[in-house]
Each structure stands twice: as structure tokens, then as C-alpha cells.
């Protein structure tokens, strides 16, 4: 079950904080991905390092515009209950390296090639 496997030390930005702020946070935290919350934790949309290099080197975008200008707003989520070789799958097929994890729509983690990895290298 993908509850044994779901990573609570993620980061967690609100729509209105930097792009600054977010590469920030990923460059301190060692992180690649970050998810995107408002302020009761629903989910708005994940970020990855890619997706703010992409934005900047666009012109006119600048460190000091919201996450939410660069984010990817449709995000393909697990669920808590999911199946760990089904989120592999997702992951997979979808060709991504994390998802949110959510119950009842909350984010409450992420879970990522790495944690599958670690997951079966266990068993």
C-alpha cells in the first residue's frame, strides 16, 4: 500500500510565493519537485527545477513572479490507498519522477521513483 511509502519531507509552496523563492527552497532542501498548495493544503499544482529553468529563460519572466505563472496546474496525483506498483506505472508511463500523495483531496506527500526504489530494494 502506497501509505508505507509516502514522503512527508516535501516542499510545500502557495501559489503566490516567488519562482525565486521556490528554486530557493529546492537549491537548500536538495529537492527537484515541490507541490503547490493553498492555504487548507489542496492541491494547485507541482513545480520541478525544469519547469522554472524553462520559465526564466523565457523573456520578460523574471525571479519575482509567482509560482503560480510557472507551475503545472494539471497534475496527476495518487492517492493514499493507491497501489505501490500502480503509482510506479503512473509514474512510469507518464514519464514523471513524483506525484502528490492526497486524502480527500489534502496533500499529505510525495512519492517518487527513489521511494519505489527503496520500497522493493527492501523487500
Do not use: C
Not at 501509505?3 to 519531507?9: E, L, P, T, V
Amino acid at each position: 500500500m502506497l501509505s508505507n511509502i509516502i514522503n512527508q519531507d516535501f516542499i510545500k509552496l502557495f501559489p503566490a510565493d516567488t519562482v525565486k523563492h521556490a528554486l530557493e527552497q529546492m537549491q537548500k532542501r536538495k529537492k527537484s519537485v515541490a507541490v503547490v498548495v493553498d492555504e487548507n493544503d489542496f492541491l494547485k499544482g507541482i513545480i520541478v527545477k525544469a519547469d522554472i529553468y524553462r520559465f526564466l529563460s523565457q523573456p520578460g519572466h523574471f525571479e519575482t513572479y509567482p509560482v503560480e505563472l510557472a507551475m503545472t496546474k494539471v497534475v496527476i496525483t495518487a492517492d493514499k490507498n493507491d497501489d505501490i506498483k500502480h503509482v510506479a506505472k503512473l509514474l512510469r508511463e507518464n514519464d514523471i519522477s513524483a506525484v502528490p500523495v492526497l486524502d480527500n483531496g489534502k496533500v499529505i506527500g510525495l512519492v517518487g521513483l527513489e521511494d519505489i526504489v527503496d520500497y522493493f530494494i527492501k523487500m
